[in-house]
C-alpha cells in the first residue's frame, strides 16, 4: 500500500508529542505543499507492547514505510520515557511580581512558560518576562477592566484581551502593537478562547450571546444566540471545529463553529454552570455546575454518559488530564475529587484545603493535580493517591488563578494579595 501513495506524499520527518502522546507526520504533497498528519497515542502505557503498535501503525499509515520502523519504534520509546519520568523534586518560590496597583483579574502562560500576562483592574494586560521577573510589555486602550486574556498557544505571537468596556482586543505580544478591537457585545465580556489553529477568536458576555471574530480580518463571523443568562465559560474542542458554552441559564451548548448554528443544547443541570471543557478527542465534553454535580457529555449526542456526585457544595472549575481518560472537580467544599471518564467512578478525594477551591489543573503528564483555594494556599496532589505532596504558601490573600507550563516544571499563581508567584522545580 506504500506504492500506491509514495508518488502523491512523500514523509518528510517525524515529530513528537509528549501531552497527550503522539507522533506528527510531517509530508509534502505532489504539489509542494506541506501537511501535517497526526497519530495519537492516547492509550499508551508503560506496558504498552511497542511491537505490535510500530506494527500496526505502520500498516494502518500509508506514509510510514516498513523502513521508518526503527526510527518510529524509538520515538514511542521515547514518549514512554517522559511517561515514566517521576517528578520527585519540589517546587520553590522562584519569583514574586507585584503585577498592578489595582487588583489582578486573570494569568496565563504561553506554551513554553518563558512569558505570561496578567490583566487587572487598572485597565491594563501587561507581559512578563517568566524567568527575569521583567515587565515586557503593557496593553493600554482598554476603557475598563481587563478581565479575560489569552495567548494564541501554540505560537504565542498573539495575545486577547477581554473588558467589562464590552471590546475584545488583539495585540502582537512582542512588541504590544493592537491589531483589533472587536466591538459588538452589549455588556461584559467575561471569557475567551482561540482556536487551535489561532483563525477565529470566541468572546462570552454578560448580554447571553457569544461571538466568532476573524483573527486576520477583524470581522464579527459569527454571534452565538440562544442562552437565555451571561455565558461564563467558552471553550473550542481540538480541531477547532466545536465550542462548547456554559451558562448562567442553568445549560450547556455546543455549537459548529463554521455556522455558528447549535448542535446541541445539554440540559439537566439544576443550578448554574461554572466550567466547561472538551475532552483531547473531542466526543465527550464535561460541565460544572454550582448544583454540585458534575456532567459527562456525549458531544455527538448530547446525551448525559454520566452525573457525578459527592461533592457538598457548589462546583467551581472542572478539568481533563491531557489524555481525557480522567477529570478533576474543585468545589466550594474545601475539596477536589478525582474521577475516571470511562466509568464516572470517583477514584480520590483531595481533603486538605480550609476554604474553597477555585481553579484545578492537571500537569501535562496527568501525575500531579495543582489547586488554588480561598485559604491562601495552592497545593500539589498525587492523583493516583490523593496525597498532598506540597502546600505552596506565602499568598497573603485568597488565589484565584493557578496554572502549569506546558511541559509542567513551572506553575503560577494569582492572588487577590496582587501578587503573581512563580514557582519553579
Known sequence: HTASSSPAMKLRRFLLRYYPPGIILEYDLKNGSREMKEIDLLHLTVDTDVEVLVNQIVFEEPLISEKKKPQLRRLIYKLIEKLES???NDFYLFKILRAHILPLTNCAFNKSGDKFITGSYDRTCKVWNTITGDELLTLEGHRNVVYAIAFNNPFGDKIITGSFDKTCKLWNSDNGDLYHTYRGHAT?????SFNPMGTTIATGSMDNTARLWDVETGECVHTLLGHTAEIV???FDTHGSRIITGSFDHTIKIWDTRNGRVAHTLSG???EISSTQFNYSSDLCISGSIDRTCKIWDVASGQCVHTLRGHNDEILDVSFNSTGSKLVTASADGTSRVFN???????SILIGHEGEISKVAFNPPGTRILTASSDKTARIWDVDTGDCLQILEGHTDEIFSCAFNYHGDTIITGSKDNTCRIWKN
Open 233 to 235: 465559560s467558552l471553550n
Open 188 to 192: 461584559e465580556i467575561v471569557c475567551l
Open 86 to 88: 517521576k517528578e520527585a
Open 269 to 271: 443541570h439544576h443550578g
Open 341 to 347: 471518564t470511562m466509568t464516572g467512578a470517583c477514584q
